[in-house]
């Protein structure tokens, strides 16, 4: 039947350096895929088949020829319809191992920061400014946007987001940083996850949130090891007085939040923050900078509140407007939470990738009809 070229049952795929979580979500989607991961981190989820290719491809320089040999070797051998590089790195090794392939497989990059790439930086030359890469899966729109200003076709930049486990982790977390930390059950709790580097503003949060101590019941907690000297700064004003509480890194500290009334992050830039969507997915309310792909998941009283980046002014009425509105709280998080669980589950990751794929091998006289006892997939 002529009508079944628009289909496709199997892609063949080739992974390199893949978040295991979406290995688990392409391999249950029944892909015939070829895995090229670091060494001591081969996927072993339960949807993890033995009829899986698994290559150790450990990281090395952009311009390595052993990496290059390496990734050559595999697309001869597993001859991909698609080579997806997650990391830069991998990239750069895929679009220099295809150079001269008769039928070079589709190469498409995964881009998850905001600045645009530099056509004076060699290595974005042969990674995501490349002509050879023919698609970018990109972690928010303003990631794309920002491939487009430098110069990428915009049908080439394809909205992805990220995902985060179809777990739910304020059951078994709710009370235990308050405990741990000596927090009032009663506190009105400010908190931010991340790595706490200048671009991050996190002083932009304690600067708000010092205005706002007049509220006797706020408490800030700030989960992340600090590598900001404003930020080292600030925690040593004598004005809080036992209600700034710092954790240093903690494994899994995004679903933690489920102990914040509010999490905030004041990002100067932001592709798409992961200690968002584990915050969002537990239910919290946020606060965000208007910064890059934030604005895209908290839509401004909708999912949360979103204010303009370093304005510390705009931050603390929005804190003190939720402190006042409690209502408010409880109908964002339900909200967010909601939003999260529709576009960032691995699932719909894995569709959106899959749409990305498809869209890419429609033309191909190659593609193949499904057999008649399998179900069907649209290609496009």
Sequence with gaps: DPLLILWRSVLKILLAHTPPLLVEELARQNHELCVAHIPGERPQGKQIRSSIRFECFPYRAKVDPRSIWQMRHMILDFGPDIVHAFTPRSLAAASLATIGLQ???????????????????????????SSKVAAHACES???ADALVKAG???NRCHVV????????????????????????????????????????RI??????????LDLQDLHVVLIGNIRDSAVERLIKDTRWNGRLHTTGFLSGGGTMACDFDLFVMPSRHEALCRALLEAMNTGTCPIVSDAGGMKELVRHMVEGVVFPRGDISALSKAIRNLHSHRDLIAKFGIAS???????????????RLETLYSSLLQEDPTILSLPIDQPQRRAA
């Design 103 to 129: 039928h070079p497989p589709q190469l498409v990059s995964f881009r998850g920061i905001s600045p645009p790439p530099s056509h004076i930086d060699p290595a974005d030359r042969i990674t995501f400014l």
């Design 141 to 143: 729109q303003a990631v």
């Design 152 to 154: 990428v076709q915009r």
């Design 161 to 200: 987001y990220n995902c985060i486990p179809n777990t739910d982790h304020a059951v078994t977390q709710m009370g235990i940083l308050r405990q741990r930390y000596g927090i009032p059950h009663n506190a009105f709790v400010l908190g931010s996850v991340a790595s706490i580097r200048p671009v991050k």
């Design 203 to 212: 002083d932009i949060l304690l600067r708000a949130a010092l205005n706002c």
């Design 337 to 351: 939470q909601k939003r999260i669980r529709t576009l960032c589950t691995p699932r719909m990751m894995v569709h």
